[in-house]
Structure formats: C-alpha cells, structure tokens
C-alpha cells in the first residue's frame, strides 16, 4: 500500500519517515503542526457488498441495543421480577427484528411462526396465532410452568370417512323431507349470508324431486348441499361414531363439485360457499378455506369483481344477485382465512366492482338485507386490514399500541355508521333479529381480536409482579394500556349476554361455527377477567362457569368444534383455578384498580358504548401516546420468550 506523506513534508517535497510525528518534524522541532491528510479514495464496489455491511451493521446496532436495554430495565426491576426473568433463558427465535424503542410485533406472536409436531404428520402443523383456541394456549403458557404444548385439532370427520360415504349410493328424501331440509337450511342462511335466491332454490328441489338426472352436476351439487346443510341445523343432539348429520349428502356434493369447471357459473359459486358452510360447522376449517378460495377465485374468473355494464346484463335483479354473491363469497373467504390464520384469496386493490348494492325499486326485506350485507361487507373488509397490521408478519409501520388505535378508531366509526335497523338495544330482546345479534358478535369479535394481546401482555406483568406489594411493580402498566384491556373484557361480557340470549331464546344451533366460536372467544377473556379483577369479583368467573357448560353440553349433543374448544377452555379454567387458590397473589388489577376504572364507565355494555367509554374515548383522541412502560416490557418478555 502506498504510504503518505505528512502535510510538512508533502509541501516541502521531501521524503517522509512515517509515525506521529516523523523524523524530518521532530528534527526541526514542529511536532505539533506533523498532521496526515485523511486518505478518502473512490473505490469500485458491487452494490450487494455495500447493501450487506449495511445491514450487518444495523443487525449489530440492533443487537446492542436489546442488550443496553435489557441490563439497564433488569437493573431497575424488583427484586421479584428480577429472579424471574433470570431463571428464564432469552431465545434468539424470540427476539424482535427491530429497535427496541418502537416494538412493531404484536406481543401474542413470536419472531418466527408456530409449528408444532404431531405423530398423525410427518411435517409439522402450523398453528395460526390469530386463532382463538392459539390465544387460549399463550394464556396458558403465561399462567403455567412449564409451559404446556398447544392441543391440535383432531374431531371433524376424516377425509376417508367422507370418501367411503360418498362411493356409496345415496338416499333421495322423499318430497315432504326434501322441502323440510330445504327450509332448514334457508332459515339458518337466510338471516347471514346470501347464497341463493329463494324462488329458484325452491323450484329446483322440485326438478330434483322429479327427476334429479335432468339437472347438471352442479345443481346437483347445489341441492346435496342444501340438504346437508338443512339435515345438519335441523338435529339437536347426534352420536358422530354412528352418524354425522348431513355428512352423506355433503359427501356426494363434494364429489359432485370435484369436477373442475372449465367455464364456472353462479351456481358453482353458491355450491362452494354451501359446501363451505358445512365443512366449517363440522370442524374441518381448512376444507371449509379451500371452498370459499374456490368462491372467489370461480368469481374472479367469471369478472364479479368487476361491475358488469347494465348494456350487457339487463336484469336488474340478477345484477344484484352477482354483486351480493361477490360480496358474500368475499365475505366468507375473510372469515375462513382469518380463522385458519391463513392469507385472504384476493387483494382489496384487485376488486373493482361496487359495494353491495339494491335497485331502486327494492321492497322493504330486500333494502333491509341490502343494508346487512354491506354492512357485513365493510366490517369484513375492515377487519382484513386490522388482522393484516395487527398479526402481519411483514414489518409494519408504526408501533403496536399505536396500530391498535388506528384499529378502534375505525371499528368505532363503522358501529356509529350502522343504520337504525341495524344497531343494538340497551338490553337485547326477542324483537332483536338474529342477524342484527350474529353481526354484533362479529364486530366484537374483531375488538377482541384486536385488544386481547394487550390483556395477555397485563396477564403476564401481573403474573411477573404477583408476588411483590411494592408500587414500582404497577408503574408497568399505563392508563392506555389498562382501558384496553378492559375494552377487550367489555366486549367478552357483551357477546357472552348476546349469546346466552340466543341459548335461552332457542337460536344457538348445536353445530353451529359462530356460535360456538364466539362463545369460546368470550370464555376465554372471562377466564383472564376473573384473574385481574381479584377473588372478590365473582361474576366473571360465575359467567366462566356457565358458558363452560354450555360448551360441554354442545361437545355432548355431537358439536366437533365444541369438542376441540372444550379440551382448550377446560385446561384453562383449571390454570385460572389453581392461580386464584394461590394465597400469595397479589394482582395488578385488582379490586381497587377495577372499581377506579369502572367508576368513570357506564354499567351496560350493549350498544355503542363499548368503544365510547370515557377511558378509551381518551386513548383514541390521543395524537402522541406514551408508550414507553408497555414498550420496554414488551422487549424483555419477547427476549427472554414468554410470548
């Protein structure tokens, strides 16, 4: 390498010695002025090299950055937390992929995705962490050592059950059990989903009943599934090991629409979401995400997604009876993908074509229904972006708490949108639709879906502080954060009162999803409620008591989803049990915190005024939030892998 010359001895062109300072500047007693120039050449590098020190060195900066401040917070912990977090080894799967001073995961994921191995796989199963039986398992997690595996879901009806069935022949009801199975199923569609017009499903049963070879394989297809669907919602209490209500004639649809359709119809479309439908009731909720795919990508094929000019389609009706199968297949594909953990079939900048829309000229029920699916439409639309934010695994802008504001504020402009028609009474009577109650449990749902990592981030700081009294193991949990927590407990107690209603007024289907979904959903916030709110308060534990009965009595009467979701809320009520007999917790939430908070809060919690309490009223007119209590413990538990 060449050397260089000292700036003296680069002016007086005379050779230099090297070092500081060199032999010509000591000789003539000028040590101080002995400065090199700083050597700065441009030099030709690949564009790869310079992108991967750049990111090595951030890696390092980041790297750094969990270590000062895991010393400095661990350093300031009480005594308590600190043997707790030291008995636990910090994982590099567990750790962030980003600053520490502005967390973007949300605290239930872990850094990388959740497999776990069972003996029925040769490849580990993914678990879904937007999942509520997942969320169940975490909570769990936190409240347990050691930590316990996750449960698989193991009851729906086998792939060789339902290929057996569908070889052997099939027994067409005779015409007054047809129309009985007919209206079944339509009075469970009608109230949620639109799937078929009405007239033309009932002449079709007729054609079939006449003579089923006239029809093509798909209306074949079509009329199987409603008699699966109307067989399944018509049996209160059934016995699996001998016979699955409607499994028969869903076996023979499902062969049916097995034949690709090289030029797809309506009618594909409406068989796939029947078939849909059933295979989410009976648990087999990948089968059940495959079928709605199939919905919108036959719509995408036949251009639903695009509006077809009135020039080219002149029936009015029929216009809108694509438009609202579009929109219901969208629907139904959201609602399958979020339950499986799994990607939406199509981007919303793909879709082209008008919200649900009615003509001009609509009878009251139709305007009625017009107002339903678009308002179904938007929260489902609503609800992929906050699942896509909120348990994306692409890097989001923006930190968590902040993501979860933007999220409520939108949820809280979608229920103040509702029409009259469509909103909740104080208190839910029989007048109530059930429609109006199945979309009230789902904008909950979402809130839940939305809020409960923050209470499982308050169940583990109060899980980490239960055995200190002193006031520093409080400071960790913000106003912000503790009025979230409670939306998310809110919103529980709020479907749990719409679904025991249900229940007593005969709605709850035995095998219906929802329902049962929902119900879990709720049980399993109550289970946390009862934790942080103290042994004083006994109505959420007493509301735990019942839905899990409720729950065993679905399992019993034949429900697979209730028989995977018992396994979850049964483990967990007995880890809410032996935490709540334990005499030397202390919690964070405890009777006083919950009373100062329930103070400034009104006592119903139907309606709007789930997201329009004081204290969350605050949290979303915040412009700036203090996130600096939940960020640095969200960074030491993600470390050191109790998430």
């Known amino acids: 390498m060449k050397s260089i010359a000292c700036r003296k001895c680069h002016a007086k062109k005379i050779k230099c010695s090297g070092g500081r300072p060199c032999q010509s500047c000591l000789h003539i007693g000028c040590q101080e002025d002995c400065i090199y120039p700083k050597r700065d050449r441009q030099v030709k590098v690949n564009q790869s090299y310079v992108d991967n020190i750049l990111r090595e060195n951030e890696e390092l900066r980041m790297a750094l950055s969990r270590q000062k401040t895991g010393s400095i917070t661990r350093a300031s912990s009480s005594p308590s937390a600190n043997t707790a977090a030291s008995s636990v080894a910090p994982d590099a799967e567990t750790q962030l992929v980003g600053p520490t001073e502005s967390p973007n995961r949300n605290p239930a994921l872990r850094s990388r995705p959740w497999f776990q191995s069972i003996k029925s796989s040769n490849v580990p199963i993914l678990i ?89 394989t ?73 079928l709605a795919s199939s919905a919108v990508r036959l719509g995408v094929v036949m251009g639903l997604h695009f509006n077809i000019p009135e020039s080219q389609l002149q029936d009015a009706s029929l216009r809108q009876h694509l438009n609202w199968i579009w929109w219901t297949s969208y629907v139904l594909d959201h609602t399958c993908a979020a339950i499986s953990s799994q990607i939406p079939s199509i981007s919303d900048e793909d879709i082209f074509v008008d919200m649900p829309l009615t003509m001009p000229d609509a009878e009251k029920s139709d305007v009625d229904k017009f107002e339903y699916i678009s308002a179904r439409t938007q929260l489902a639309r609503l609800s992929k972006r906050i699942i896509s ?107 749990y009162t719409i679904l025991i209603d249900l229940w007593m007024e005969d709605f709850f289907k035995t095998f219906d999803y929802f329902n049962t979904q929902f119900l879990f959903s709720a049980a399993t916030i109550l289970a946390i409620s009862s934790l942080l709110a103290g042994i004083g308060d006994t109505g959420d534990v007493e509301s735990l008591e019942l839905a899990s009965q409720l729950l065993i009595k679905l399992r019993d009467a034949g429900s697979f989803v209730a028989v995977e979701l018992c396994q979850h809320i049964l483990a967990l009520k007995e880890v809410v049990q032996n935490s709540i007999l334990d005499p030397s917790l202390t919690y964070l939430m405890g009777t006083e915190a919950t009373e100062a908070l329930s103070a400034m809060e009104p006592s119903e919690t139907l309606g709007p005024s789930v997201l329009s309490v004081p204290s969350i009223e605050a949290f979303l007119l915040q412009d700036e939030l203090e996130f600096g209590d939940f960020d640095i413990m969200f960074d ?7 998430y």
């Open 389 to 495: 934010s909120l348990y994306g695994r692409a890097q989001q802008p923006g930190p968590f708490l902040q993501r979860v504001q933007h999220a409520l504020r939108d949820l809280r402009q979608w229920l103040q949108a509702l029409p009259v028609t469509l909103q909740m009474k104080p208190e839910p009577t029989q007048s109530t639709p059930e429609n109006v109650r199945f979309l009230h449990l789902a904008f909950n749902q979402i809130v839940i879906v939305t809020t409960r990592p923050i209470l499982l981030h308050v169940l583990h700081v109060q899980r980490q502080s239960s055995r200190s009294t002193s006031e520093d193991s409080r400071s960790h949990i913000s106003d912000s954060v503790r009025s979230l927590a409670h939306a998310c407990i809110r919103c529980a107690r709020n479907s």
């Open 128 to 216: 879904g962490e937007i999942a509520d039986a997942a969320f169940a398992t975490r909570c769990r997690q936190v409240l347990s050592i050691p930590k316990p595996d996750h449960q698989p879901r193991v009851s729906y009806p086998h792939d060789d059950q339902i290929t057996a069935l569908a070889q052997s022949d099939i027994i067409t009801p005779n015409p007054t059990h047809a129309r009985f199975l007919l209206r079944s199923a339509l009075a469970y569609i009608d109230g949620r989903f639109h799937l078929v017009r009405r007239s033309e499903v009932f002449d079709l049963c007729e054609q079939f009943l006449l003579n089923q070879d006239s029809l093509s």
């Open 218 to 290: 798909v209306l074949r297809c079509e009329v199987l599934a409603l008699f699966a669907l109307g067989e399944l919602f018509s049996n209160r209490c059934s016995n699996p090991a001998i016979q699955i209500p409607g499994l028969a004639y869903f076996s023979h649809a499902s062969k049916a629409y097995s034949i690709l359709q090289e030029r797809p119809s309506v009618e594909c479309i409406e068989a796939a979401m029947m078939l849909c439908l059933f295979s989410l009731c009976v648990n087999r909720r990948h089968s059940a995400y495959f």
């Open 636 to 642: 030491i538990m993600q470390q050191e892998e109790h």
